[in-house]
């Protein structure tokens, strides 16, 4: 199983994202050299953003090799507690929004991850905090729902450590409300490499939850699409 997915890589940016530096044709080439079957080609987007009609048109004009299926997603952050995504308006075109949790879901919009780490060192309680994290992306998932075909959470808790938490201060009521949530909104969860996460923990409740795993490398060069160390040592262990 493990091997299956790992000829896949879910999430691959191109220079339509501003931080990275490889093209659409690059990156496909490259998932090409290494005999992937699937390429989820993805962009950061904002509610701002003007040049998704070009994306799409970019990917749809590339010419990928037999057996190797080539998609398309936004990535976009969780904007705050009621799961509002920085999506522009309109029809997307995409096949699939990816939420991510760059930033904090604060109750009046992102908390940055400084902003955060006050909170706690002041006194916030970081289970009430996870708890906001979880009910954020749970409502995030249900708004992506509506704007593509697929939703894809993406590095699901990569904003853990960047406030001083981890994912060992979720519970196990936490993780289980996470995962039963995320099965039954049928999105895909991404193993990340770049920000190697989920931890094996939440990926085994995850995998029992009947959630589909996709492999991803967070690549914003084509020399890291489809290449796996984190991801494919973990999936080792989760799914042996
Ligand atoms: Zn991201
Ligand atoms: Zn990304």
Known sequence: M??????????VH??????????????????????????RMVEHVRATTTWLPGFVRAVRELDPPEGLRVSTGVETKILDERGTLGLPAGDLGVDAVLVA??????????????RTARHLAEGGDPHRLLDRLLDALDRAVVHAAGR???????HCFSILPKVG????????????????????SGAVLEVNEKWRCPAPRA?????????????????????????????????TEVLA
């Open 148 to 154: 593509a075909a697929h939703v894809q959470v993406a």
């Open 14 to 39: 191109s220079t339509f994202s501003d931080d990275a530096h490889s093209t659409p044709a690059g990156n496909l080439a490259a998932a090409a050299a290494l005999g992937l079957t699937e390429l």
């Open 101 to 114: 949790d760059h930033q904090f879901p604060g109750p009046d919009g992102p908390w940055t991850p400084h």
């Open 2 to 11: 493990s091997a299956d997915l790992l000829t896949g890589d879910h999430h």
């Open 165 to 184: 938490l981890s994912e060992a201060d979720l519970d196990d009521a936490q993780l289980d409300r996470w995962a039963s949530s995320l099965a039954r």
């Open 203 to 235: 990926l085994r409740i995850a995998d029992a939850a009947g959630i589909a795993l996709v492999a991803a490398t967070d690549s914003h060069i084509a020399t890291d699409v489809g290449r796996y160390a984190w991801v494919r040592r973990t999936l």
